[in-house]
């Protein structure tokens, strides 16, 4: 099976990529730039630290508001996904109650910067949780689809997934 994929594909990936990046690495950052401020004792890693905090929040902002767009919009649209979520409502339940568990996690570990300045073992036990929550709500919907493979016979695969914004432009030829 070969995998092809459009040009406006391919920068709509890019750009998902880009956009997803401060969402992924920011609180793996910050806990590793405060860290090496507690370590090596410089304001600035730990200003950097709180940047990088923020970075993350606001990238968390626009995930939870695009994400809920958009399963609104498929759950209104494509009765098969609509099924298909029903009967895996307490996994998915899970997975977005935890990942919602580590967004609320992140706001107190930024909220509290200040306060816990002092006492920095529980701050960075509280971004440690917060990054164990979000990494859940990100592998988790993909170890729930590989299990369904895995265990479900082919009849009772995903349904497809048609895309609201269509990716159906060529790729650019020169002209014949």
């Known amino acids: 099976m070969q995998f092809q994929i459009s040009l406006a594909g391919a920068g709509f990936l890019t750009l998902l990529a ?6 992924w690495g920011g609180p793996i950052i910050a806990f590793f730039s405060e860290i090496m401020a507690k370590m090596y004792r410089k304001t600035f890693m730990d200003k950097f630290a ?4 923020r970075l993350g929040l606001l990238s968390m902002t626009i995930f939870w508001v695009t994400a809920t ?5 498929t759950w209104q649209q494509n009765p098969a996904i609509r099924e298909w979520a029903v009967t895996r409502a307490p996994y998915l339940a899970a997975i977005f109650g935890i990942g919602l568990t580590g967004t609320l996690l992140f706001i107190i570990y930024f909220l509290s910067w200040k306060t816990l300045k002092k006492s920095k073992s529980v701050h960075l036990t509280l971004v440690a949780l917060a990054i164990g929550c979000l990494k859940l709500l990100f592998w ?3 170890v729930l689809a590989r299990l369904q493979f895995r265990l479900l ?3 009772a ?3 497809p997934i048609r895309m609201f914004m269509s990716f159906s432009v060529e790729s650019i030829r020169p002209p014949r």
């Open 153 to 155: 016979s082919q009849s």
């Open 50 to 53: 709180q940047q990088m905090t």
């Open 157 to 159: 695969a995903l349904p």
């Open 18 to 23: 880009l956009f997803l990046a401060p969402l």
């Open 140 to 142: 988790g919907p993909t």
């Open 69 to 73: 767009t958009l399963a609104v919009l």
